[in-house]
């Protein structure tokens, strides 16, 4: 709601709760796609990323992977991880949009389109914030 004090503010509240070691990997995924969006922490994600995936080595967390290496303005090796181990794996519309912009930023804009519409169809699932970065596709 563009409240950066409260943003950080509940940003430090998540991570030191998180941080148990007793929840292990649990909450991975949420980290990876909050360090994702922060500079400072992008190669860190990596490393998170690949313990997720040698203990759950699923579509999903293969698309953790690609993003993180999106993210860390490797786009050629996310597009290598998304057309080898999430595209037709699943139809988790997170991993969709993901995979969307990685085909996108790779110069597939007619794979990325006809993911954008499909997308379309799960605004509701991903969120009001999700729409533009989909209509952006």
């Given at each position: 709601?563009?409240?950066?004090?409260?943003?950080?503010?509940?940003?430090?509240?998540?991570?030191?709760?998180?941080?148990?070691?007793?929840?292990?990997?649990?909450y991975a995924k949420y980290n990876v796609i909050l360090f994702a969006?922060?500079?400072?922490?992008?190669?860190?994600?990596?490393?998170?990323?690949?313990?997720?995936?040698?203990?759950?080595?699923?579509?999903?967390?293969?698309?953790?992977?690609?993003?993180?290496?999106?993210?860390?303005?490797?786009?050629?090796?996310?597009?290598?991880?998304?057309?080898?181990?999430?595209?037709?794996?699943?139809?988790?519309?997170?991993?969709?949009?993901?995979?969307?912009?990685?085909?996108?930023?790779?110069?597939?804009?007619?794979?990325?389109?006809?993911?954008?519409?499909?997308?379309?169809?799960?605004?509701?699932?991903?969120?009001?914030?999700?729409?533009?970065?989909?209509?952006?596709?």
């Amino acid at each position: 709601m563009g409240n950066s004090v409260e943003k950080e503010k509940q940003l430090t509240l998540y991570y030191n709760a998180v941080n148990k070691k007793d929840y292990g990997v649990m909450y991975a995924k949420y980290n990876v796609i909050l360090f994702a969006e922060n500079e400072e922490n992008r190669l860190k994600v990596i490393e998170i990323v690949k313990q997720e995936v040698e203990e759950r080595p699923n579509a999903q967390s293969y698309d953790l992977l690609a993003w993180a290496y999106f993210k860390n303005n490797n786009k050629t090796k996310a597009l290598e991880i998304v057309e080898k181990y999430v595209i037709n794996n699943t139809f988790e519309p997170e991993a969709l949009l993901h995979t969307a912009q990685i085909l996108k930023a790779n110069g597939k804009k007619n794979k990325a389109t006809n993911l954008k519409l499909e997308l379309l169809g799960a605004i509701y699932e991903l969120g009001p914030n999700a729409e533009q970065e989909i209509k952006n596709i």
